[in-house]
């Protein structure tokens, strides 16, 4: 089962716009995280936010989690073409299961 | 340089063989995982492992099997029993092997087609 459903499933901005995801989930976690991927590659991992953790800075990526909510966002500030992939959050469950659960991503396009 | 690297990246099968996809390691890591993905969609975990001689089920495991008989090494095995094995698969390691999962290294992937 996909423990996150990211929002929306794809976006088509404007080099310079900024690009906002958004991530639910269904059980309590012990982390969240964002990962890219670039088309036909492997995963990178970009931010990892603790379930005490409300907000998270890495250059031009901000990252919020809400816990009464079970929702995250990813934010990422005056986009390039560059960032053009596909972005996936993933959740560590508080069941003791050491691995993490991905969602089905965000599909991101950045127009030159 | 460090890293996880998989083999083969493109793989074509027949209907009713096994095959096996490799993944190797050399960040000394203890935990290592194997994921599906299907076209537009995310990743399914298939198994995972946090140390030698020991590894546990995901949430698609039935029709693929596992080893793990060093560290640096987790092989994956696709057999006929896996009725749509069509799929990008993915390796990745984490440090460490108790607690929560932290951050995974992924390895470019092997695309597995069955004719």
Known sequence: ????????????????????????????????????????RGLVHLILIRSNEREKHSGRLRVTLDTSKKSSSLLITASRA??????????NRDTGRRALTFGSGTRLQVQP | DGGITQSPKYLFRKEGQNVTLSCEQNLNHDAMYWYRQDPGQGLRLIYYSQIVNDFQKGDIAEGYSVSREKKESFPLTVTSAQKNPTAFYLCASSMGWGGPAGELFFGEGSRLTVL
């Open chain 1, 1 to 40: 089962s996909q423990q996150g459903e990211e929002d929306p499933q794809a976006l088509s901005i404007q080099e310079g716009e900024n690009a906002t995801m958004n991530c639910s989930y269904k059980t309590s976690i012990n982390n969240l995280q964002w990962y890219r991927q670039n088309s036909g």
């Open chain 1, 82 to 91: 560059a960032d053009t992939a596909s972005y996936f959050c993933a959740s």
